[in-house]
């Protein structure tokens, strides 16, 4: 083999040695490279993760947190509903009480039902007081003389009030009956709540057109039938009688 020839196989095997180290170089640098970036981006895979982990029970936290703060909101509502509801409660009672206290005026069409021998008592003083049409309200004449029918109070043991109202006969007959009963309910609101008379005290009956005292014919006999006839009645035989009669303005209609 001449110089020549062995110069170029010793060249030949020199660049295949070298490319040859140079792969092997690179492949073993490619390898450093992957290596070292796997060790740097490990943890922060792990940190991602670890915050993924983190943010997701936050979430569950957060979730928890609105379920509780609705259940205490629900919580809230309910016991201020319940609140209301007794509030509704108290006020019905109240309403019930105060039909209770009206309903302890009682009424004459028993009064022999209720009142132990009747027939003791003696009427001390008959008062009436007339209205204007479809009014219940009393006049400033009617408290005068409801005043002077108190004044005997003082002096009666064991009375009772015996209220009864009338109409006249204009109307409907179940509405008259009503008129009359606020007729004499208003009698017995004013004395009870100016002179502090019992509610057992009165007994009162609305009679409507039933028992008129005088013709309806005329306008001055319509005015007079619209009245409430009180009555003050004692069971003590000591009391002498003053029975009087006084009747409401004749102008009234």
Do not use: W
């Not at 030949?12 to 490319?19: D, I, M, N």
């Not at 019905?92 to 008592?121: C, F, I, M, P, T």
């Amino acid at each position: 083999m001449s110089p020549t020839s062995q110069y170029d196989t010793k060249l030949k095997s020199a660049c295949t040695v070298a490319v040859a180290s140079a792969f092997v170089i690179l492949f073993t640098v490619g390898c450093s490279t992957k290596n070292y970036v796997r060790s740097q981006t490990a943890p922060i895979i792990q940190q991602t993760n670890d915050l993924d982990t983190k943010t997701a029970a936050d979430h569950r936290n957060i979730q928890d947190t609105d379920e509780r703060a609705k259940t205490g909101i629900a919580g809230a509502q309910s016991a201020a509903n319940t609140a209301d509801q007794h509030a509704l409660a108290a006020g019905q009672s109240a309403d019930a009480a105060n039909k209770s206290a009206q309903e302890a005026y009682n009424r004459v069409d028993s009064l022999s039902g209720v009142v132990a021998n009747l027939d003791n008592y003696k009427q001390l003083s008959d008062v009436n007081v007339t209205f204007a049409f479809d009014k219940y309200v009393l006049t400033a004449d009617d408290k005068k003389q409801l005043d002077d029918l108190a004044a005997n109070l003082s002096n009666a043991r064991g009375y009772i009030l015996e209220l009864t109202g009338g109409t006249d006969s204009v109307g409907d007959v179940n509405y008259n009956y009503q008129l009359s009963q606020r007729r004499a309910d208003a009698v017995a609101n004013y004395l009870q709540s100016k002179y502090n008379i019992p509610p057992h005290k009165f007994y009162l009956v609305g009679i409507g057109k039933d028992q008129q005292v005088a013709s309806d014919k005329t306008a001055a006999g319509r005015a007079k039938n619209r009245r409430v006839d009180i009555k003050l009645l004692s069971n003590m035989g000591d009391h002498p009688s003053t029975t009087a009669t006084t009747n409401g303005p004749s102008g009234q209609q």
